[in-house]
């Protein structure tokens, strides 16, 4: 293999002309400002301490808060849904496991479209609601309605990993800990939930990252007054035109996704080294058996 | 098995990059249109008359257009609206219109050619053009609440239950109009009061700020109120009865699309014959029955009013004395709206 390592070289360069020079591009206008010619431009940090006016900090804590929901949700509603496929047979769960992926092969876009036609005043639901008696519930351009939508479209980012997880658990565990005495409830908390730790935390990274950053879908869902970090970079570079400015957003946003990254990642490795210590070498025994 | 599917992939490959060569031989026309804007089977006519092929893409506002425009992006026509054009005459961006190549010029409108950002026409042809009015549901709101003009954009009967154009120039428009002050203003009281009164529109309000996607959620009677284009508006009122359009008397904003011609267009007669061909009669008003806006051709515009618009009041344009229209802003002003909209958005 090693003969073909050269090949590598030209895939390296145009990665780096594709995504690295982009973001070094993205760094330069956040530090500086347009001159008084199209060719000059000067330094300055005002970018980043315009960002400090309070509105527009409150904007970034509220995608925070919206992410932070959208993921407590597809973790309460994907967990047991994978947890349910990894107990089926393993034909069925090929099966399900397609049901889950088959929305993700239709357009975000068009997904986003049929639940504004779902939640609208005249939509299928409040239509239904009508049809059984009661009063229509104004659900569109609010809070449920955006967390609806990213939930519909980033679950199947919480529940694949998990089931990976679980799948790939090794099943005599569960036997040794109901044989040691161990009730279904403790086995799953003390074997089956810490085993799968590590497909909840890259479900949780996989769902968190797109819901902060996500604009199209509070637009559509929210309305165009439903302000977001995505919408606010976007409506700079899009809208305004003031691309420094909407570079040194995107900054911020960036080293704040990078800080959450480390600290999950850090959780990530306590988990899998708490999980072996306790256990202790038998475990580690087993793992390593399961990797041969 | 494996190896059978590789080669029939790489086969396949070749294929499709055997077609891709096959059209290249055509001349070739980028347009760069508003969505929505056109009667796609006139492109088509256009493709088979002159056998050239015409790659056609669309924007949803005039800033994105210049966006992608600087973002070095290549088309040879373009739409913007006048105020665009004349920023787009100011930058050198632009390619004259040879006159002598639209033969159709006679139809036009003369009413909207030689505005001032254009005394001669060297740059523009009109396409289509109108206001900005509110669209209302005659069955939820009240005709006598209208008499306030804009200002029923905050009255609290209607609280959550309008919808406002998601635009810098548009929601200022509303707010210095509502005020009584010219949308042109460079003064910074004014525009201040403007950008306070959408504030505090949106916390006493509540409104749904929207722009395209309003269009077929007010066709479903949605909410009650709009603030909307006019020839959206005939859209809507041609599929929605209970639907009507409103223009406040303290004035409002009237406005003009044009075909422009880019510095980098290389083919210049061949845009030149797909503009004579977008604005002849029979071609006008196959998009303006298409698109719902007042078209430049008076033939078309009279035929459209007479059949399909009758009755409908949203097709035509106002110009009256209190109307303006929204002008090219120099730069420092512009970017005094743009910081005051940011922060009317991130509320």
Same mark, same amino acid.
């Given at each position: 293999?090693?003969?073909?390592? &050269?090949?590598?070289?030209?895939?390296?360069?145009?990665?780096?002309?594709?995504? /690295?020079?982009?973001?070094?591009?993205?760094?330069?206008?956040?530090?500086?400002?347009?001159?008084?010619?199209?060719?000059?431009?000067?330094?300055?940090?005002?970018?980043?301490?315009?960002?400090?006016?309070?509105?527009?900090?409150?904007?970034?804590?509220?995608?925070? &808060?919206?992410?932070?929901?959208?993921?407590?949700?597809?973790?309460?509603?994907?967990?047991?849904?994978?947890?349910?496929?990894? &107990?089926?047979?393993?034909?069925?769960?090929?099966?399900?496991?397609?049901?889950?992926?088959?929305?993700?092969?239709?357009?975000?876009?068009?997904?986003?479209?049929?639940?504004?036609?779902?939640?609208?005043?005249?939509?299928?639901?409040?239509?239904?609601?009508?049809?059984?008696?009661?009063?229509?519930?104004?659900?569109?351009?609010?809070?449920?309605?955006?967390?609806?939508?990213? /939930?519909?479209?980033?679950?199947?980012?919480?529940?694949?990993?998990?089931?990976?997880?679980?799948?790939?658990?090794?099943?005599?565990?569960?036997?040794?800990?109901?044989?040691?005495?161990?009730?279904?409830?403790?086995?799953?908390? %003390?074997?089956?939930?810490?085993?799968?730790?590590?497909? /909840?935390?890259?479900?949780?990274?996989?769902?968190?990252?797109?819901?902060?950053?996500?604009?199209?879908?509070? &637009?559509?869902?929210?309305?165009?007054?439903?302000?977001?970090?995505?919408?606010?970079?976007?409506?700079?570079?899009?809208?305004?035109?003031?691309?420094?400015?909407?570079?040194?957003?995107?900054?911020?946003?960036?080293?704040?996704?990078?800080?959450?990254?480390?600290?999950?990642?850090?959780?990530?490795?306590?988990?899998?080294?708490? /999980?072996?210590?306790?256990?202790?070498?038998?475990?580690?025994?087993? %793992?390593?058996?399961?990797?041969? | 098995?494996?190896?059978?599917?590789?080669?029939?992939?790489?086969?396949?490959?070749?294929?499709?990059?055997?077609?891709?060569?096959?059209?290249?031989?055509?001349?070739?026309?980028?347009?760069?249109?508003?969505?929505?804007?056109?009667?796609?089977?006139?492109?088509?006519?256009?493709?088979?008359?002159?056998?050239?092929?015409?790659?056609?893409?669309?924007?949803?506002?005039?800033?994105?257009?210049?966006?992608?425009?600087?973002?070095?992006?290549?088309?040879?026509?373009?739409?913007?609206?006048?105020?665009?054009?004349?920023?787009?005459?100011?930058?050198?961006?632009?390619?004259?219109?040879?006159?002598?190549?639209?033969?159709?010029?006679?139809?036009?409108?003369?009413?909207?050619?030689?505005?001032?950002?254009?005394?001669?026409?060297?740059?523009?042809?009109?396409?289509?053009?109108?206001?900005?009015?509110?669209?209302?549901?005659?069955?939820?709101?009240?005709?006598?609440?209208?008499?306030?003009?804009?200002?029923?954009?905050?009255?609290?009967?209607?609280?959550?239950?309008?919808?406002?154009?998601?635009?810098?120039?548009?929601?200022?428009?509303?707010?210095?109009?509502?005020?009584?002050?010219?949308?042109?203003?460079?003064?910074?009281?004014?525009?201040?009061?403007?950008?306070?009164?959408?504030?505090?529109?949106?916390?006493?309000?509540?409104?749904?700020?929207?722009?395209?996607?309003?269009?077929?959620?007010?066709?479903?009677?949605?909410?009650?109120?709009?603030?909307?284009?006019?020839?959206?508006?005939?859209?809507?009122?041609?599929?929605?009865?209970?639907?009507?359009?409103?223009?406040?008397?303290?004035?409002?904003?009237?406005?003009?699309?044009?075909?422009?011609?880019?510095?980098?267009?290389?083919?210049?007669?061949?845009?030149?014959?797909?503009?004579?061909?977008?604005?002849?009669?029979?071609?006008?008003?196959?998009?303006?029955?298409?698109?719902?806006?007042?078209?430049?051709?008076?033939?078309?515009?009279?035929?459209?009013?007479?059949?399909?618009?009758?009755?409908?009041?949203?097709?035509?344009?106002?110009?009256?004395?209190?109307?303006?229209?929204?002008?090219?802003?120099?730069?420092?002003?512009?970017?005094?709206?743009?910081?005051?909209?940011?922060?009317?958005?991130?509320?």
């Amino acid at each position: 293999m090693k003969q073909f390592r &050269k090949l590598v070289t030209p895939y390296c360069l145009w990665l780096f002309l594709l995504t /690295v020079v982009p973001m070094l591009l993205i760094v330069f206008y956040a530090f500086t400002e347009k001159g008084t010619a199209i060719t000059t431009f000067s330094f300055t940090l005002e970018n980043f301490t315009k960002f400090l006016d309070p509105i527009f900090v409150s904007v970034l804590f509220r995608s925070l &808060k919206l992410g932070l929901l959208t993921t407590g949700v597809c973790f309460l509603v994907g967990y047991p849904i994978a947890y349910m496929i990894a &107990k089926c047979k393993d034909t069925t769960q090929t099966i399900l496991i397609l049901l889950i992926t088959i929305p993700t092969w239709i357009n975000l876009l068009m997904r986003t479209y049929s639940w504004i036609s779902i939640l609208s005043n005249n939509g299928l639901l409040n239509k239904l609601f009508e049809a059984i008696g009661m009063n229509s519930v104004n659900m569109l351009y609010t809070d449920f309605a955006v967390i609806i939508g990213m /939930v519909y479209n980033f679950l199947p980012f919480m529940i694949l990993p998990i089931h990976a997880s679980l799948t790939n658990m090794d099943k005599s565990l569960l036997e040794a800990s109901q044989d040691l005495g161990a009730s279904p409830i403790q086995t799953f908390f %003390k074997i089956t939930f810490r085993l799968s730790l590590s497909g /909840v935390l890259t479900g949780i990274t996989l769902v968190f990252l797109p819901s902060i950053s996500a604009f199209v879908i509070p &637009k559509m869902l929210g309305g165009g007054q439903y302000s977001l970090i995505g919408n606010f970079i976007e409506q700079q570079f899009i809208t305004i035109g003031n691309w420094h400015f909407g570079s040194a957003v995107s900054l911020i946003l960036a080293v704040f996704v990078i800080g959450l990254m480390a600290l999950i990642f850090m959780a990530e490795k306590r988990t899998n080294n708490s /999980v072996e210590e306790e256990e202790g070498g038998w475990l580690s025994n087993a %793992k390593r058996k399961k990797v041969r | 098995m494996k190896k059978l599917i590789s080669y029939v992939a790489v086969l396949a490959m070749a294929l499709v990059s055997l077609v891709g060569c096959g059209s290249d031989s055509k001349e070739v026309l980028k347009v760069f249109n508003w969505g929505a804007y056109v009667d796609k089977d006139v492109i088509k006519d256009f493709e088979r008359e002159f056998n050239v092929k015409v790659i056609y893409e669309e924007y949803d506002s005039n800033e994105s257009m210049y966006t992608k425009l600087m973002g070095g992006n290549q088309y040879d026509i373009m739409v913007p609206s006048e105020y665009m054009i004349e920023r787009l005459i100011k930058e050198d961006l632009l390619t004259e219109i040879d006159w002598t190549k639209i033969t159709n010029k006679d139809s036009l409108d003369s009413n909207v050619l030689n505005q001032s950002f254009d005394p001669e026409n060297n740059y523009w042809v009109p396409y289509f053009y109108g206001n900005v009015g509110i669209v209302y549901d005659t069955t939820k709101v009240d005709a006598a609440d209208l008499e306030a003009g804009w200002e029923v954009l905050r009255n609290e009967k209607y609280k959550g239950n309008l919808y406002m154009y998601d635009s810098e120039r548009d929601s200022f428009m509303v707010a210095l109009k509502a005020l009584g002050y010219s949308m042109n203003t460079t003064n910074d009281a004014e525009i201040e009061e403007a950008y306070n009164w959408l504030v505090s529109q949106r916390e006493t309000m509540n409104p749904t700020y929207g722009t395209d996607d309003i269009i077929d959620l007010m066709k479903g009677s949605e909410k009650s109120m709009a603030v909307m284009y006019s020839g959206d508006a005939v859209d809507i009122m041609s599929e929605n009865e209970d639907m009507a359009y409103y223009l406040p008397n303290e004035g409002t904003n009237y406005w003009f699309d044009g075909f422009v011609v880019s510095k980098d267009c290389t083919n210049t007669d061949l845009a030149m014959e797909f503009i004579n061909f977008m604005i002849s009669d029979e071609n006008s008003l196959a998009n303006t029955l298409e698109v719902g806006y007042l078209t430049s051709n008076t033939h078309a515009a009279k035929e459209a009013s007479e059949n399909d618009f009758d009755g409908i009041e949203a097709y035509a344009i106002r110009m009256g004395s209190k109307d303006e229209v929204f002008a090219y802003q120099e730069m420092t002003v512009k970017e005094k709206f743009s910081n005051y909209w940011t922060k009317v958005k991130a509320q």
